[in-house]
């Protein structure tokens, strides 16, 4: 009898330790922690933020099985139309831009490229779609399962229950889930790539990272800052970093070619300083004043949680014991963010959402430590009192 009931304990045991080593907690508060998880992705998948790009992202993936633009704008417009809240049409219809392709079939077909570009996240879309899901339904679907895997790579990497459900319930965190975008997705994949660097798993990484450029092709600059940092910090040799950054830049190039996509000129004029109806057919390229005007649109920083990312990283920087991986990270996340806005001049939260995740990863890592030792200080104290 006894010998019965050990194997099914030594069992139980081994589940409790592998969870352990995992997240780092027990299987109740782990359990609790889940199904904290389950419900703000349900939240996030019931409440979707109201985004006009959902209309344009339902005929990208109907563009994979389709090429008529008449049939794209049909299938987007009855995916669009079908679930109009949280955003009816007539909050834009005023909009003459707006007003126009969400009236003419082949207008609406020239504005795809852009959409077509994040293939990664179209193509999930795509095989949802096919398994018989509505398109919108299954965008959605994909933003709020990010989240929630976010949330368990978070507990993966702290061990920390408390504080990081305080950590999700930030504004871009949270409305990463709530997204009808590639963003959502392509951060997640590149915050489980940074993950991998700090579990030392180079290759791991690598490959996420070429992963992230499938997502969102316009990833290259950050895979290709990141390759270089890899190989300078000797996580990775020579010709794996050469044959990651090659296979990273004819990716790009396909997608490029294979989704239609405007040039740099036409998508910063399209994109920042007036969008076009036939960008092309009759593309408009943007002048150097141009450029400077989008440039200004930077003013909005200090309205975006940049400026609190900054703050939180320089002061964990002084903070972190070498050898941190944040300590390297944090210089080239910062050196990427720059040169990305200077090539699109966004400071969009949904862009550098991965970026605000690690700040939090390094700062629930420093308040750890710095709780963990103080207990140790007092058990020492009450240790010597005794």
């Known amino acids: 009898m006894q010998s019965t009931l050990s194997v099914p304990t030594a069992a139980s045991d081994h589940r409790q330790s ?3 080593r995992w997240f780092g907690c027990p299987l109740p508060v782990f359990l609790a922690y889940g199904i904290f998880c389950i419900a703000l992705a349900v939240i996030a998948f019931l409440r979707p933020l109201p985004t006009y790009d959902r209309f344009l992202y339902a005929g990208a993936v109907a563009s994979f099985r389709y090429s008529d633009p008449v049939t794209l704008y049909r299938i987007a417009r009855a995916e669009f139309d079908a679930q109009p809240s949280p955003f009816p049409f007539e909050n834009v219809s005023s909009e003459t831009y707006f007003l126009d392709i969400y009236n003419n079939p082949n207008h609406f077909a020239q504005q795809l490229g852009p959409f077509r ?3 990664g996240y179209v193509t999930a879309g795509y095989i949802l779609w096919r398994a018989g899901l509505p398109i919108l339904i299954s965008l959605r679907l994909i933003s709020a399962s990010c989240l929630f895997i976010v949330a368990l790579a978070l507990l993966a990497w702290t061990h920390d229950a408390l504080l990081c459900p305080l950590l999700l319930l930030t504004p871009p965190v949270l409305n990463m889930g ?5 963003d959502p997705l392509s951060s997640t994949v590149i915050l489980l790539a940074f993950f991998a660097i700090a579990r030392e798993r180079p290759l791991l990484a690598a490959g996420l990272l070429l992963g992230s450029a499938l997502v969102r092709a316009d990833n290259l600059v950050l895979v290709l800052i990141l390759l270089v940092w890899m190989l300078w910090s000797r996580l990775l040799r020579l010709p794996v970093a050469c044959f990651c950054a090659a296979l990273t830049i004819a990716i790009s190039a396909f997608v490029h070619w294979t989704a239609s996509m405007f040039g740099y000129r036409v998508l910063v004029q399209h994109s920042f300083i007036r969008p076009e109806i036939e960008p092309l057919t009759h593309p408009v390229l943007i002048t150097f004043a141009g450029y400077l005007h989008a440039l200004a649109g930077l003013r909005a920083i200090p309205y975006t949680f940049m400026p609190v990312w900054l703050l939180v990283s320089a ?7 070498k050898g941190s991986i944040f300590r390297e990270c944090f210089g080239v996340v910062g050196f990427y963010i720059i040169v990305r806005l200077l090539i699109f001049p966004s400071p969009d939260d949904r862009f550098f959402v991965w970026a605000y995740l690690l700040a939090g990863v390094a700062l ?4 750890s430590l710095r709780y963990s030792g103080r207990a140790s200080d007092r058990r020492a104290d009450n240790a010597n009192a005794l």
């Open 18 to 20: 592998t969870l352990r």
């Open 117 to 119: 570009f994040k293939v």
């Open 178 to 182: 709530r997204m009808v975008t590639a």
């Open 315 to 321: 002061a964990l920087w002084k903070l972190m014991p």
């Open 364 to 367: 629930i890592q420093i308040a």
